[in-house]
């Protein structure tokens, strides 16, 4: 056969161009044994012994460099060795041609007549062979059974080594068989890829006659009028949805004009989906519909009752706003903040009124939030914008006056837009009413919503903010209510909870105690329910592995489920020694007692104060108008004792890693200064609070009912409170105050003689002067 080759500058063509000019113009051509070598590092132990003799016809230019070479293919030759090393090389060699003598001729024609029918097969699967068939036919014919071996196995994809294989086959029954052999892997190769092909085919096949058939189904329909678009079921969704709903004339108006846009609108164009996202919100809004109140006081009552114990004081509040709201009815201009430390129930509380009204309940966060458009929303310029957090409680909740709390209001952040300044529009009575939302830019009537907020502490509230609030505050559980609440709710739920039966564990009243006071002092019942649930998967993994039938949890027993109390004593010391007064402090955590300890040292040069203790501005004012009184008091009420002269006062509040801050620390720091002084010790169990003037007045504290309970936790019975807070602890339940003995104060005289027992004491002495 006639073949070419394309050659690139170098050896190979210069040597080529030589041997179209000489006589002979013959040229081997031999199979690398490797496939990836280079071919001017090539030697003759590198070559195939078998390759072609081939006659250079022509030697063409090529325009990108090079050449193309027209070559005839004469035989087969076996190459000797060579005649030299040099490039390009050299060799004799033994020609071969095919001699049919001494062949089985039925054989070879039996060979020849496989061959011909796989070929044909392979011809119906592959019409690639058809057109190289063609080819071969055009320079030669199927007569030859050698010619047609050789030709067939080119039509396969063999690799390199097996197409060699053949060509070293000199027999022609060999070259036959080797041949039929080639074809036969080809034909079963393409039969396996004919029928992948089939399948993928079928599959798109099926699926492209389904689309086409959908659609004309879909074009049948739509002219019958069985069928509409999208955007035709898009505006009947909306328009279902206003069938349901009394809309405000305005804000109608803006839904039909919205409804006359979206007509014109192409259903592939941007606008259209924004268009089409407002219309969902806008009808996604209940507009008109409202939960019917129940204002049932008992009810309230009762509910309240069920999931909370204690807190008498809270749900007489609440109990009287359901009151005033029944014979209103109507709850408009209510905003009730809820205040106390955390896990005092102030959550679950909220949902108890929103239980008790018959209302949806909805809840968000605002600790943390930097962005008033989580609550006004973001404009419907903005990619994926969204309505703020309100319109997304009337979408959920599906009524106009669901109760709503905003949690944690006290934490809410102070970005670059200012969230707190959003908020003081939803919480005012007097502009809910037209609440308006940046992205449904119609008004919003929050009116009938109930808002309840909670928070920890009212002192990083915004006062504009804290104006529109009816504060009410949750100052946490003692010990008996800490007991009760864990027998009545904590236990029955987390046994549930891990899977035990009433029968299978048994959590004694002294354990809940012992738990309390050794594990869980803060205001709330948070940490409590955490180590009964601890206890009972210990419980739980002990029935499961020891295969016990029920676990008891006494007070001997606790430390093993709990480890050691992480609370040994409250009081750093249980009889204060001179110049230690126990005080009492309010915390966002509850309340707290706070040990005051004066220390005097030499110094040579002047008498000073110092103060350590992690102290806050307004404590250290407080300490140096301690400092200021007892100075200009000392012949008052120790004119026996003389001044700390060439000494340095060392005032400290113990737990220096706890910030400490406020004034109701006054006249507990001067009562320790005199401690100090005269070298006496306070009355045993007894507590303090109160403010200080530079003239000895004492001024009302805050926090009574939380400084009271940490008294009691304390074990504490007497207490000092200043006379203007008589009012609050007269409201305090009735538990809370038996057992104590309170001093109403007036001035620090008062004080300094409940503190040191005068006239009792015969150690004290004070100045002759008008009795007060």
Known sequence: MAASLTIEPGPFYEALKSIAKSEDRYVALSMTRKENIGIYSVGFDDLHPVGVLAKVLRV??????????????????????????AKPLKTSFTPHFDNHEGEDEELIKAYSTSILTTTKELLKLNPLFKEELQVFLGHSDFTDPGRLADYSVALTTATREELQQVLEAFDLKD????????????????????TITQKIEANITKSQKEYFLKEQLKT???????EKDDKT??????????EKLHVPATILKTINEELDKL???????????????YLDWLTLIPWGLKSKDVFDVDRAKGILDKDHYGLEDVKERILEIIAISQLSRSTRGRIICLVGPPGVGKTSIGKCIAQALGRKFFRFSVGGMRDEAEIKGHRRTYVGAMPGKLVQAMKTTKTMNPVILIDEIDKIGNGHYDPSAALLEVLDPEQNADFLDHYLDVPLDLSNVLFIVTANTLDTIPTPLLDRMDVIRLSGYILEEKVKIAEKYLIPKTRKESGLKATQIKLHEDAVIAMIDGYAREAGVRNLEKLIQKVMGKAAKEIVTKKKKSVIITEQNLIDYLKQPV??????????????????AWTSMGGATLSIEAVKTPNVDKTVMKLTGNLGEVMKESAQIAWTYFMSSIDKFAPAYRFFEKNEIHIHVPEGATPKDGPSAGITMVTALFSLLMDIKVLKGLGMTGEIT??????????????????RRSKLDHLILPKENKRDFDELPDYLKTGIHVVFVDTYEDVFKVAFDYPNNQRIQLASGPET
């Open 60 to 85: 063409a230019p090529l325009q990108e460099q090079g050449a193309q070479v027209f070559l005839s293919i004469e035989c087969r030759i076996e190459l000797k060795k060579p005649k030299s090393s």
């Open 263 to 277: 007509a014109f609108l192409d259903i592939q164009s941007a606008e259209y989906g924004v268009c089409r996202n």
């Open 175 to 194: 070259r036959s068989e080797k041949a039929l052999l080639l074809l036969k892997k080809e034909l079963d190769l393409n039969q396996l890829q004919n």
């Open 220 to 226: 049948i329909k739509k002219e019958l009028g069985l």
């Open 567 to 584: 609370f040994t004593q409250d009081l750093l010391y249980s009889d204060p020694p001179p110049g230690v007064v126990v005080g009492l």
């Open 694 to 711: 530079v003239t000895g007045k004492v001024l009302p504290i805050g926090g009574v009912r939380e400084k009271v309970i940490a008294l």
């Open 233 to 242: 079921l898009d505006v009947d969704k909306f328009e279902k949805r206003l």
